[in-house]
């Protein structure tokens, strides 16, 4: 990860190069999939935060907190992430 990390940093990008400039956000309402929302309950608190209220948005979605991971769950506990996907999709 820290190797990772060195190289975006190293690149000096600025966080908003690359947008597509189309607002998500705000069309969240207009996704029609059911979707789970997955987010390490250690992780940085406006992440954990900004998960709950991307489910408060979407229309047919579910919300889990992963317990003891952070930021990279499915480099952390792989196993756990892969299992959400079966039983994600089983629940509808």
Do not use: K, Y
């Amino acid at each position: 990860m820290l190797d990772m990390n060195a190289v975006i940093l190293a690149n000096d990008v600025p966080e908003g190069s690359g947008s597509s400039g189309v607002d998500a956000w705000s069309r969240l309402a207009e996704v029609r999939t059911p979707t789970m929302v997955a987010c390490g309950e250690l992780d940085v608190p406006f992440l954990v935060s900004r998960s709950r209220e991307m489910v408060d948005r979407l229309p047919d979605s579910q919300h889990r907190a992963l317990a003891g991971m952070a930021h990279l769950p499915q480099l952390e506990q792989p196993g756990v992430v892969a299992r959400l996907v079966p039983g994600a999709m089983s629940a509808r």
